[in-house]
Every structure is written in structure tokens, then in C-alpha cells.
């Protein structure tokens, strides 16, 4: 009761849905959310403290960008594991398409469902495209307590896995 109570606040607070809202910066507290996942299951961002989190944002689940990006996280995934880090990734697609997706990929990380766009609109990654609104390609390391430790903005997702490796490697003093 208290998260549903939680999530209306924040579409509340949100009010009309602008796409004019800047990204978090490093340094800040990354901004919370509850989303449901391809698994079914809502997950809470404050339940991944204490591991590094790379939260990436995509426009649509089947595309070629955005699978050739899916596709590199999951082949760098045990990298990631060894760096305690979790991928996350995020677009307006409904949690029916994102599992589809991840059976067809092969893919063991998580996909949110944000179809309202307001967690997009939280992290400055949301466009207007006609009558829907879709999640843009950007992406943002989250440390274990919870600040945006790096941010990139238009991603390019042939490069994109090796280099927040490489910027894992260097924000862990690795």
C-alpha cells in the first residue's frame, strides 16, 4: 500500500509531463523509482544499495541500437558481476515486450516497464515522439549509496558497455 501511495506522490508531484527536465548530475542522489520488471516483479532502486548500479535508458525493445546495446551488457555481464555491479535497463515498452525481448536475447539482467515515462522524465532521458513518449539513450552509474557517479548522454551502443567498464574500473580505484 505504501509504495502505490509513494508512486501516485511522485506522478503528483511529477504533474503534467514535461520533457524539458534536466538529468541528475554526478554527485547527486539518483532519483528513486518503482517500476515493474520483464520478470513480473516491481523493483525498487533503493533495494540495489551497496552495489553500483549502470541504470540505462532506450527508446524500444526489437530495434537494432537498442539491441546491439542489450546484447554487449549481457556479453560483458560476468565483468559487471565481478565489479558488484547490477544493470538495469529502462524504456516506456510494457513488461509483456521487455520479457519477450529478454527470452529472444538471451538476456539474465532487468528490463523496467516506465510506459508513463515519468522515471525517464526523472533522469532527463525522455523525448516526445508523436502521440507516445519514448525513453532516449542515455545512461547513469549509480554508486552503492545511492549518487549518480557517472553520467553519458547519447550513448553510442556499439562502444557503450566497454566504456562504462572502463569507467567502473576507475570510479572503483581498480
Known amino acids: 500500500m505504501s509504495r502505490l501511495i509513494l508512486t501516485l506522490s511522485?506522478?503528483?508531484?511529477?504533474?503534467?509531463?514535461?520533457?524539458?527536465?534536466?538529468?541528475?548530475t554526478v554527485g547527486d542522489e539518483a532519483p528513486g523509482f518503482l517500476l515493474v520488471s520483464n520478470e513480473g516483479t516491481e523493483v525498487d532502486l533503493?533495494?540495489?544499495?551497496?552495489?553500483?548500479?549502470?541504470?540505462?535508458?532506450?527508446?524500444?525493445?526489437?530495434?537494432?541500437?537498442?539491441?546491439?546495446?542489450?546484447?554487449?551488457?549481457?556479453?560483458?555481464?560476468?565483468?559487471?558481476?565481478a565489479r558488484n555491479t547490477v544493470i538495469l535497463g529502462v524504456s516506456t515498452d510494457n513488461a509483456?515486450?521487455?520479457?519477450?525481448?529478454?527470452?529472444?536475447?538471451?538476456?539474465?539482467?532487468?528490463?523496467?516497464?516506465?510506459?508513463?515515462?515519468?522515471?525517464?522524465?526523472?533522469?532527463?532521458?525522455v523525448r516526445e515522439a508523436g502521440p507516445a513518449r519514448v525513453a532516449v539513450r542515455n545512461s547513469f552509474v549509480i554508486d552503492p549509496d545511492g549518487n549518480v557517479a557517472q553520467v553519458y548522454m547519447g550513448v553510442d551502443p556499439d562502444t557503450h558497455s566497454e566504456a562504462v567498464l572502463g569507467d567502473l574500473a576507475r570510479l572503483q580505484g581498480a
Open 46 to 81: 533503493a533495494d540495489y544499495r551497496g552495489q553500483w548500479v549502470v541504470l540505462y535508458f532506450y527508446p524500444k525493445d526489437f530495434t537494432g541500437g537498442c539491441t546491439t546495446e542489450a546484447r554487449n551488457f549481457q556479453r560483458d555481464m560476468e565483468q559487471y558481476e
Open 96 to 125: 509483456d515486450s521487455h520479457a519477450e525481448f529478454c527470452a529472444k536475447e538471451g538476456l539474465s539482467f532487468k528490463l523496467l516497464a516506465d510506459t508513463k515515462g515519468i522515471v525517464s522524465e526523472s533522469y532527463g532521458s
Open 10 to 24: 511522485l506522478v503528483l508531484a511529477l504533474g503534467a509531463c514535461r520533457t524539458d527536465v534536466q538529468p541528475p
